[in-house]
């Protein structure tokens, strides 16, 4: 009977997964944004997107607010590529600013640091205030750079109690600059519900008093669930 249940164990087989590829989704991933719309959106009033979508981008429409999904997620595998625009009459955090939330309340931010100095847990792929890069492996600006996020969210007691934090891997165009980073609370910005529930992936639209105008582009934006 053990050799039974040991041959059917070796049998058994993961699920068997398209990869995608270069702006092509895991086949059980859910697309966030392909290209073609922004239907997968809202501002966090309700409201319609109005960020636009030019040539197959998402551009953010500086004054109108942040973007969250529609849907919302717990743990998760997510991918998004990003554009910082260029800038150079501004200078640190008012250059190419922005950022992503994950469950809308830890930041991870956005931002041109390419020859860019700023303060180390604001620069790119900091977990804001938090976590500092492990290393700075920005690209220029305009250039196509991603995100791949292994995120973990708390697990929480049955009276809410946080048993164990978000933790957070993060690959900046492939590199590994979060290495299991434990999030002890949101960020500056959070959408202010319970850490205890799933959240949706938000987009920020950035305001910095120097700047009018922060272009910053999105791309072919997907979410595994863990």
């Known amino acids: 009977m053990r050799l039974f249940f040991f041959c059917v164990a070796a049998f058994t087989q993961p699920k068997v997964v398209d990869p995608g590829g270069p702006m092509k989704a895991p086949s059980d991933a859910v697309v966030l944004f392909d290209g073609k719309s922004a239907e997968a959106w809202t501002h966090p009033d309700g409201r319609a997107a109005e960020w636009t979508v030019e040539d197959g981008v998402l551009v953010c429409k500086s004054g109108s607010g942040d973007l969250q999904s529609r849907e919302k997620f717990g743990s998760a595998q997510i991918h998004l590529e990003f554009a910082t625009p260029d800038m150079p009459t501004v200078k640190g955090q008012a250059k190419g600013n922005s950022g992503v939330f994950l469950q809308g309340r830890y930041e991870v931010q956005v931002l041109d640091s390419f020859e860019n100095p700023t303060y180390r847990a604001g620069s790119a792929g900091s977990v804001y ?53 434990r999030i002890v609370k949101p960020t500056p910005g959070d959408d202010g519900t319970s850490v205890c529930t799933p959240g949706p992936l938000r987009l920020q639209d950035h305001f910095h008093p120097d700047v009018k105008d922060t272009r910053l582009l999105f791309r072919n934006i997907w979410v595994r669930g863990l």
Do not use: M
Request: charged content about 20%; hydrophobic content about 40%.
């Open 129 to 181: 205030g938090q976590h500092d890069p492990l290393v700075n492996v920005s690209r220029k600006p305009g250039e196509w750079q991603s995100y791949d996020f292994v995120f973990h969210a708390p697990v929480c007691a049955a009276d809410g109690k946080v048993e164990r934090p978000a933790t957070l891997t993060l690959l900046h165009n492939g590199v590994v600059i979060q290495d299991h980073a």
